[in-house]
């Protein structure tokens, strides 16, 4: 096993990281965070009772929000129709994460916290719209300083932002200082670019396999899973599977495997699975 899959492996049966609890105020909740699952993410976090909230009090480090540029702004909504302006991705996530690690007091400002923007309108009006807003929070974002090279700033919070979607990708990594990642598909797996240029690859799983987590994970599908896990990590980027099942069955396999994300709309159900496996490993 590679030094990396052996540290990804750690990191979800350790479920290292307590975040601290985030102030509350009558205007912001602000959930009590538990302890950090960094291979978790929450898939289309915004449609959850508490966007972002919900996701840090289940410990998950990553999260999913559709944007679309309407008037300038950036109005978060899976579709057009159901945008409103008081749904902006300041107000539901980058003000409330500015605040969320404002409050830290221990060392979980120092791990990374993966924001994924899923771009619905066209591609690239609203990276460079992005690209404005992220500006304004210096204090938040990991700015990657060449675009095609491994050189970070790695002072302060390590938030990083991966572009999916409609992604401008010549506009990315042309913009300076770059703030966001590209975010690849599986046909980008012997792409050039840089693990910082294009850190996660991401896919439909089910374009790619028929096991929905019921009876066995058939033999010839679990090889193809290790040989794209190898690809990717060959590559230092992290892998990521959209439209899987939330079925402990599947999260194990790619877990055992270890695909390095695990996309998930149950965040309770996800979490306590995690803490089982970490208890059954201690």
């Known amino acids: 096993m590679s030094l990396f899959s052996h540290l990804t492996s ?5 479920s290292v990281a307590t975040l601290t609890t985030a102030t509350l105020s009558s205007h912001t909740i602000f959930a009590q965070a538990s302890s950090s699952v960094p291979i978790a993410h929450a898939h289309n976090d915004y449609e959850h009772e508490r966007p972002l909230h919900d996701a840090l009090q289940a410990g998950f480090t990553s999260v999913e929000a559709d944007v679309y540029l309407v008037d300038n702004q950036l109005l978060v909504a899976h579709d057009r ?10 107000s539901l996530y980058l003000n409330p994460l500015r605040q969320h690690f404002s409050n830290q007091t ?3 400002t120092h791990k990374t916290f993966w924001l994924m923007i899923d771009v619905k309108s066209d591609a690239i009006k609203t990276h460079r719209k992005i690209q404005s807003v992220l500006e304004r929070y210096p204090d938040l974002f990991l700015k990657i300083k060449n675009s095609r090279s491994k050189q970070v700033d790695s002072k302060g919070p390590l938030v990083r932002v991966v572009i999916s979607g409609n992604r401008a990708k010549e506009d990315i990594l042309l913009t300076q200082p770059r703030i966001s990642g590209i975010d690849g598909r599986l046909s980008d797996l012997n792409s050039e670019l840089s693990s910082e240029a294009m850190p996660w690859i991401s896919d439909n799983w089910r374009s790619h396999f028929r096991w929905r987590g019921q009876n066995e994970f058939p033999k010839e599908e679990r ?3 290790r040989k794209y896990v190898k690809q990717v990590h060959d590559k230092g980027r992290l892998l990521r599977f959209w439209a899987t099942p939330d079925s402990p069955a599947l999260w194990d396999e790619l877990l055992d495997l270890n695909v390095d994300l ?7 159900g996800l979490q306590l699975h995690l803490q089982k496996r970490a208890q059954q490993h201690n």
Request: proline share 4%.
């Open 262 to 268: 695990i996309n998930a709309d149950d965040l309770r």
């Open 106 to 108: 221990d060392d979980s």
């Open 10 to 14: 750690l990191k979800c049966i350790l």
């Open 223 to 225: 090889n193809k899973l």
């Open 81 to 90: 129709r159901d945008t409103t302006p008081d749904r902006s991705l300041e």
